[in-house]
C-alpha cells in the first residue's frame, strides 16, 4: 500500500515581500522601464505560471545575487481565448474569459514578488517604483490576509 502524504500550510514558507502595480503599460514594458530606471536584470520565463486549464500568466524573473534576493515579476491578469461550442447563432465564435492570479486584488495589474527580502528598505523601494513613468501606483500587501496566497507559489 502506498503511503499518502499531505502538504500543510506550516511545509510553505511565505516570507516574502509582495508589491502590488498599477499599470496601463504591457508587461515587457513595464519590465523595460524597471531595469531601465531601477537596474534590475528581469528576464521573460520561456513558459508562462500556469494555474488551471484556463489560466496562463506571464512571468519575468531576476536572481539578485549580490543581496541573495529572487525577484519576481507576474501579470495579475490571464486572457484565453476559446470557441464558443453549442448550436445557436455564436456557435464557433471566439470569446475571451479573464482570469485573476490573486482574485480579492482584482484592481492590481502587476505583483512584485521579493523571496529573501528581509533585509530590503521596502519604502526606498516604493519610492523609486513611483518615479517610473506610467506606473500609477505601488504598495506592499500584506499577504497575511490573502485568501488565494497559494496562488504566489512559483
Known amino acids: 500500500m502506498a503511503a499518502i502524504y499531505k502538504i500543510t500550510d506550516d511545509f510553505y514558507d511565505d516570507s516574502f515581500v509582495l508589491m502590488a502595480l498599477h499599470s496601463?503599460?504591457?508587461?515587457?514594458?513595464l519590465v523595460y522601464r524597471?531595469?531601465?530606471?531601477?537596474?534590475?536584470?528581469?528576464?521573460?520565463?520561456?513558459?508562462?505560471?500556469e494555474l488551471g486549464a484556463y489560466s496562463s500568466f506571464p512571468i519575468f524573473e531576476w536572481q539578485d545575487d549580490m543581496n541573495d534576493n529572487y525577484w519576481a515579476l507576474i501579470a495579475n491578469h490571464s486572457s484565453k481565448q476559446e470557441l464558443l461550442k453549442g448550436n445557436d447563432l455564436f456557435q464557433n465564435e471566439p470569446t475571451s474569459s479573464v482570469?485573476?492570479?490573486?482574485?480579492?486584488?482584482?484592481?492590481?495589474?502587476?505583483?512584485?514578488?521579493?523571496?529573501?527580502g528581509d533585509?530590503?528598505?521596502?519604502?526606498?523601494?516604493?519610492?523609486?517604483?513611483?518615479?517610473?513613468?506610467?506606473?500609477?501606483?505601488?504598495?506592499?500587501?500584506?499577504?497575511?490576509?490573502?485568501?488565494?496566497?497559494?496562488?504566489?507559489i512559483f
Open 34 to 49: 524597471l531595469n531601465q530606471s531601477m537596474s534590475f536584470g528581469f528576464k521573460r520565463l520561456r513558459r508562462n505560471f
Open 24 to 29: 496601463t503599460l504591457e508587461d515587457y514594458r
Open 99 to 116: 482570469q485573476k492570479l490573486i482574485p480579492e486584488l482584482k484592481e492590481v495589474d502587476y505583483f512584485l514578488k521579493i523571496e529573501n
Open 119 to 152: 533585509l530590503l528598505d521596502k519604502k526606498e523601494l516604493l519610492r523609486n517604483l513611483q518615479t517610473i513613468p506610467n506606473l500609477m501606483a505601488a504598495y506592499e500587501v500584506t499577504t497575511s490576509k490573502l485568501k488565494s496566497k497559494n496562488n504566489l
